[in-house]
C-alpha cells in the first residue's frame, strides 16, 4: 500500500506569502491530478505558536535567512509565517483537499522547528504520522510540496529513516533555494540515503 504525503501546501509558501517560494504555488495542478495515483492521501500543515522561536524578530538584532544556535540546534531564522489559525497558515485555495484522510500539524513547540512532517528537528516528539501510515499499512510513501530544500527533504528522510520506500517526485515540488544550488544538494543527499527521486512522468 502506498501513500501521497503533501507537505506544506500552504498560503505562506506562495510567491505572495510571508515566506515566498519562488513559484510555490504552479505545482498545485499537478499535485491535483496526482492524487488519484495513490491508495491513501495525507498532509502536513507547518502551524507555529506566533511567538516561534524561528522567527527571526525573536531575536534581537537577527535578520531572516541568518543561521543560529537555538538551544543546542542550528536554526535558520526565518520571516514570520504559518501562524495558527491565520489566513497564511491555510492551505493553497485550488489545493484538492477531498482525498486528504488526515492533516499533521508540525511546529507547534516554540523552542523548536519541525520541518519534518514526522519529528521535530530533535527527533523527541512525533506528530503520529509515521504510526498512522503503519496503521493503515502503508510501506511506500511519495512525498511533494513546499519546501524541496527543509521540509520536503526532512519529511523524506525521516520517513526512509522510518522504512518506508521513500520517493520524491522532484517536479511536484519547489524550493526556498536561499543559497544557489540548495534544491540539488538536497536532492543528492535524499538520494545517498537511499530515496528515490522521479518527476511525475516516470509514475505508472
Ligand atoms: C518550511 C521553513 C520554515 C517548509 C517551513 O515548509 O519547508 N521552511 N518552515
Ligand atoms: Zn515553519
Known amino acids: 500500500m502506498n501513500a501521497l504525503i503533501l507537505v506544506d501546501l500552504q498560503n505562506d509558501f506562495t510567491p505572495s506569502g510571508a515566506l515566498p517560494v519562488p513559484e510555490g504555488d504552479s505545482i498545485v495542478p499537478l499535485i ?15 502551524w507555529h505558536p506566533s511567538d516561534h522561536q524561528s522567527f ?14 537555538l538551544h543546542g540546534i542550528p536554526q535558520v531564522l526565518w ?20 482525498r486528504v484522510k488526515r492533516v499533521f500539524r508540525k511546529g507547534q513547540n516554540p523552542r523548536i522547528d519541525s520541518y519534518s512532517g514526522f519529528f521535530d528537528n530533535d527527533h523527541q516528539s512525533s506528530t503520529g504520522m ?15 510540496g513546499l519546501a524541496t530544500d527543509y521540509c520536503v527533504r526532512f519529511t523524506a528522510a525521516d520517513a526512509a529513516e522510518l522504512g518506508f520506500r521513500t520517493i520524491v517526485i522532484s517536479d511536484a515540488t519547489r524550493g526556498v533555494n536561499l543559497m544557489t544550488g540548495d534544491v540539488d544538494r538536497a536532492l543528492v543527499a535524499l538520494q545517498e540515503q537511499g530515496v528515490r527521486i522521479l518527476l511525475s512522468s516516470e509514475l505508472p
Open 32 to 46: 491535483n491530478q496526482l492524487q488519484q495515483k495513490f491508495d491513501l492521501v495525507v498532509a502536513t500543515q507547518d
Open 130 to 144: 509515521g504510526e498512522y501510515l503503519r496503521e493503515q499499512g502503508v510501506d511506500e510513501v511519495f512525498v511533494v
Open 56 to 69: 527571526a524578530v525573536q531575536h534581537e538584532g537577527r535578520q531572516p535567512g541568518e543561521l543560529i544556535d
Open 79 to 98: 520571516p514570520i509565517h504559518c501562524v495558527q489559525e491565520t489566513e497564511g497558515a491555510q492551505f493553497i485555495s485550488n489545493l484538492d483537499q477531498s
